[in-house]
Every structure is written in C-alpha cells, then in structure tokens.
C-alpha cells in the first residue's frame, strides 16, 4: 500500500524558511521522480517542484525559482522541499507526489499546512 506522509509545515514570517519533508512507502522509490505541489484556498492543487529519480535533475515552478529546492534521499526514501524567502502567496497545503510533469499516483497524503503571515 502506497504512503505518502508529508511533514514540516508551520506558521513563519515573510521572508522566513522552511524545510518539508515527505516520507514515502509502498513503491520503489529510488527509480521514480518524485515532485511537491500545493493548493491554496479556492485554487487547484498546482506543480510547484519535480525531481528526477537519482537526483541529477530538477524542475521548478517559476513563481518558486530561486527560493525553493527541491532534493531527495534514496535510502531514506523521503523527498525534501527547502523553502526560503517565504512570500504570503506561499501559503498552501503541500503535498508530494510520485512523477515529474504531473502526479502519477491517485491518491495523496494528508499534506502539510504551510502559513506566510505576519
């Protein structure tokens, strides 16, 4: 059975950081891209950073490039999103996914609650 367990989120300042995590089970992690989205409130869940199955390549949306990285552990099977210079249209329920250009299993974890306010 396939999980997805997202962790990390919290409440920070503008201009503050945050570390995701999501811990995975139930499929071969370590040959699957791997990617974290988000949904705002009354907007569809979107793609915000994709990484390939070893490491060596990834994708960002453009409204995170340059403040989030994405990057992975294959022996821990967990994905990471490292999110800096956090902006208050960064608030949003994160979630990870398998796959690169859009999420390749149905269904999703609990997702983790990221809030940018002061």
């Known amino acids: 059975q396939v999980q997805l367990v997202e962790s990390g989120g919290g409440l920070v300042q503008p201009g503050g950081s945050l570390r995701l995590s999501c811990a995975t089970s139930g499929f071969t992690f370590s040959i699957n891209p791997m990617s974290w989205y988000r949904q705002a409130p009354g907007k569809e869940r979107e793609l915000v950073a994709a990484?390939?199955?070893?490491?060596?390549?990834?994708n960002y949306a453009d409204s995170v490039k340059g403040r989030f990285t994405i990057s992975r552990d294959n022996a821990k099977r967990t994905v990471y999103l490292q999110m800096n210079s956090l902006k208050p249209e960064d608030t949003a329920v994160y979630y990870c996914?398998?796959?690169?250009?859009?999420?390749?299993?149905?269904?999703w974890g609990q997702g983790t609650q990221v809030t940018v306010s002061s």
């Open positions: 990484i390939r199955s070893a490491g060596t390549s990834t």
């Open positions: 996914n398998r796959g690169w250009t859009g999420p390749a299993l149905s269904s």
